[in-house]
């Protein structure tokens, strides 16, 4: 029996086989990038680097389901959106070394990350989500899901919310910058400390709470042996940080060369791309009825940007000594604050249905034009 079962691991190498996986034709995006790099085409440098993303996030989300396989679904689900926001901790901590290290490129760099954050937040809670609600309700007429779990979720998001009005709404007081770049930077630790808090609740106190049926589940047996997971996984990050570097320093040249606003790449066309493998995830598991699934990925992943990633990096660029505070445009304030709020309300019956998916969308296409025209 177990010889049969061997015979079903995959390698390393089909895991970048095109013909295991369309996906990775998109791997082709590597290579066209450092040629334009050369050849000093920065919009098409820009472009291939976004798209070569795409293939390596979904890689590294490849590789943490078949370790978090073995991990139980608990640990898994933590693992796949830890991974899943690995491409924006990467692009936003390169981002903040390029401000730390070249001071004419400061301004432009800290506002890519915080737009990638506020943009991730977005396209998780309204993109994300509406495509999931819309597919599972384009299969089933109603769906439900564990609406405890969801809760805590919510209410996470809204405290995150609460950590990026303040500073806004103080900005427009008698405060200076550096008041409120304090009041960031411990308004993180904060939101840290409840992250840690909440992944206790989640895993220790109130586990049960979050257990997805598991009867139901059809048992997935691991496709990959877990060293070559690991090696898969670190393969594929050291190549998205690679592909993040030459897009964060060709950002620039390419906003002002397509004529896009710097916000508009950072809010929708990053996480967009970043993101897609775990978009399409989310997606998917909704037209097969795991509701339960589908949002902690939706929801999971905006409340990590929201209560860990942003955090952490208004931390890390604290160390680098990056002045980047949690006071983020009124325009994202708003837009973050009110997708939260339609979100919440929206899934607050428990039961989901193909309209409450293209509400979230029509909000997502509004936000995005509306980031285009600024």
């Known amino acids: 029996m177990s010889e049969h079962i061997e015979h079903h691991h995959h390698s390393v190498l089909d895991a970048f086989n095109p013909l295991q996986n369309r996906l990775n034709w998109l791997l082709l995006a590597v ?28 890689l590294m989300g ?11 679904e608990n640990l898994g689900g933590l693992l796949n959106a830890t991974f899943g926001n690995a491409v924006e901790i990467i692009i936003a901590s390169l981002a903040i070394w390029t401000a730390a290290n070249n ?20 396209g998780n809670l309204l993109l994300v989500l509406g495509l999931a609600l819309l597919w599972g309700g384009y299969n089933y007429q109603t769906q439900t899901f564990n609406q405890e779990a ?23 007081t008698e405060l200076v910058d550096e008041n409120i770049l304090n009041l960031s930077r411990y308004a993180s630790l904060v939101l840290l400390l409840m992250y840690g808090l909440s992944l206790f609740f989640q895993f220790k106190t109130h586990s049960h709470l979050f257990d997805a049926k598991s009867e139901i589940e059809e048992q997935e047996e691991p496709k990959m042996t877990t060293k070559d ?19 964060v320093h060709s950002v620039d040249e390419a906003a002002k060369g397509w004529g896009l606003p710097t916000l508009f790449i950072g809010v929708i ?11 399409f995830t989310a997606v998917l598991v909704a037209g097969k009825d795991k509701m339960d699934l589908s949002l902690a990925i939706a929801i999971g992943s905006s409340v990590q940007i929201a209560v860990f990633v942003a955090p952490l990096m208004v931390l890390f660029a604290w ?3 990056v002045p980047i505070s949690l006071k983020f445009g009124i325009l994202e304030t708003a837009a973050t604050f009110m997708s939260v709020l ?24 509004i936000l995005a034009l509306s980031f285009l025209e600024v």
């Open 31 to 58: 290579p066209l990038t450092l040629y334009f790099q050369y050849s000093g085409n920065v919009e098409m440098t820009f472009l291939f680097s976004m798209i070569a993303i795409m293939p390596l996030a979904f």
């Open 62 to 72: 490849h590789a943490t389901e078949e370790i978090a396989l073995r991990a139980g």
């Open 103 to 122: 001071a004419d490129q400061a301004d432009i760099m800290i506002e890519l990350v915080q737009a990638s954050l506020i943009g991730s937040i977005l």
């Open 150 to 172: 969801l809760s805590i979720n919510g209410s996470l998001l809204l405290l995150a919310v609460l950590a990026l009005i303040i500073p806004a709404a103080a900005s427009h």
């Open 229 to 247: 997971a690991w090696i898969l996984l670190i393969l594929a990050t050291v190549l998205v940080g690679w592909m993040a570097e030459v897009l």
């Open 269 to 279: 066309l990053l996480p967009f791309f970043g993101n897609a493998a775990e978009h």
């Open 319 to 321: 160390a680098m000594g």
């Open 342 to 365: 339609v979100a919440n309300f929206i899934l607050n019956d428990g039961k989901t249905n193909w309209l409450e998916g293209v509400m979230l969308l029509a909000c997502y296409v």
